[in-house]
């Protein structure tokens, strides 16, 4: 059982930068995928990035690829997710996930384990 807990979040204006966590506990994410996805009020969850487990590799959402940037230290069990340029579309609930095996990491349905989300609102 992995346990995800997400935090950085809040409310920022238009053209500024988060930096959103993502502590895992129960067991090491060395052997996971990990992802982040976002959820804005009445749309479906979206993918937003993802990372391979040594890190080489990353993946991102068309819509944040050159403003977001995916990284994690294994070390501390840990993955990141830095938004600069923040838009008003940004806003959402953005979760962090980790999947077991190293395909089809942009699709939620494919993740083992999810945190409860931190809100993340740009204002205009």
């Known amino acids: 059982q992995v346990r995800l807990i997400e935090s950085g979040g809040g409310l920022v204006q238009a053209g500024d930068s988060l930096r959103l966590s993502c502590a895992a506990s129960?067991?090491?994410?060395?052997?996971?995928?990990m992802g982040w996805f976002r959820q804005a009020p009445g749309k479906d969850r979206e993918f937003v990035a993802a990372?391979?487990?040594?890190?080489?590799?990353?993946y991102y959402a068309d819509s944040v690829k050159g403003r977001f940037t995916i990284s994690r230290e294994n070390a501390k069990n840990s993955v990141y997710l830095q938004m600069n340029s923040l838009k008003p579309e940004d806003t959402a609930v953005y979760y962090c996930?980790?999947?077991?095996?190293?395909?089809?990491?942009?699709?939620?349905?494919?993740?083992?384990?999810w945190g409860q989300g931190t809100q993340v609102t740009v204002s205009s």
């Open positions: 996930a980790a999947r077991q095996d190293s395909s089809y990491l942009t699709d939620s349905r494919e993740y083992d384990y």
């Open positions: 129960g067991r090491t994410i060395s052997t996971y995928a």
């Open positions: 990372i391979s487990k040594g890190g080489r590799t990353t």
